[in-house]
């Protein structure tokens, strides 16, 4: 067993488009500001609260940031799976700084999209249904990747008329699994 673990789950809203930057050797590194929010009501007034937390995450895996600059867009909801690190840098000043970010790189990197994909003229372009059940999603794992999501995955849905899209399973299964 490790010693230690340094694993970092947000589920979030991106509150702009992603940045992705382009190498010359045909590399991409993509950089996405993802908000996370709770809210309660206050018990001494009554009022509703609300509480906001940026988090800025770079993407470092090719496959995964092609997917982000492909389908993600300002207020998508993601799911990332990543490690905290830590950089040390130099500002105009020559004075030292840090940014602490959320990384996805290697083979444990999981992004997944919530809501569908939002083509660049806006909209679902796939993953989505017609008529009320689960919106499909694309799970992108950068040692891979798990086409599905939850249940719509890569599949055009187009003309769904209802339940969940694609997946292959019927909505009332009838089993004995008792959960």
Same mark, same amino acid.
């Given at each position: 067993?490790?010693?230690?673990?340094?694993?970092?789950?947000?589920?979030?809203?991106?509150?702009?488009?992603?940045?992705?930057?382009?190498?010359?050797?045909?590399?991409?590194?993509?950089?996405?500001?993802?908000?996370?929010?709770?809210?309660?009501?206050?018990?001494?007034?009554?009022?509703?609260?609300?509480?906001?937390?940026?988090?800025?995450?770079?993407?470092?895996?090719?496959?995964?940031?092609?997917?982000?600059?492909?389908?993600?867009?300002?207020?998508?909801?993601?799911?990332?799976?990543?490690?905290?690190?830590?950089?040390?840098?130099?500002?105009?000043?020559?004075?030292?700084?840090?940014?602490?970010?959320?990384?996805?790189?290697?083979?444990?990197?999981?992004?997944?999209?919530?809501?569908?994909?939002?083509?660049? *003229? =806006? +909209?679902?372009?796939? #993953?989505?249904?017609? @008529?009320? /059940? %689960?919106?499909? $999603?694309?799970?992108?794992? &950068? *040692? =891979? +990747?798990?086409?599905? #999501?939850?249940?719509? @995955?890569? /599949? %055009?849905?187009? $003309?769904?008329?209802?339940? &969940?899209? =694609? +997946?292959?399973?019927?909505?009332?299964?009838?089993?004995?699994?008792?959960?």
């Amino acid at each position: 067993m490790a010693g230690s673990v340094n694993k970092v789950i947000i589920v979030g809203n991106l509150g702009a488009d992603p940045e992705v930057k382009s190498f010359q050797n045909g590399g991409k590194i993509c950089n996405l500001r993802v908000a996370t929010s709770e809210s309660w009501n206050d018990r001494a007034t009554g009022e509703k609260k609300e509480k906001t937390q940026w988090h800025q995450v770079v993407i470092k895996s090719e496959g995964l940031a092609g997917v982000a600059e492909r389908f993600l867009r300002k207020g998508s909801k993601v799911y990332l799976e990543g490690q905290i690190e830590t950089r040390k840098w130099q500002d105009n000043s020559g004075n030292d700084r840090y940014s602490t970010e959320v990384v996805l790189s290697g083979p444990r990197a999981v992004m997944t999209m919530l809501d569908g994909a939002k083509s660049a *003229g =806006g +909209g679902d372009s796939w #993953g989505g249904n017609s @008529g009320g /059940g %689960q919106s499909g $999603g694309y799970n992108q794992q &950068s *040692g =891979g +990747g798990n086409q599905g #999501g939850q249940s719509g @995955g890569w /599949g %055009q849905t187009s $003309g769904s008329s209802g339940g &969940s899209s =694609g +997946g292959g399973f019927d909505d009332d299964l009838d089993d004995d699994v008792p959960f």
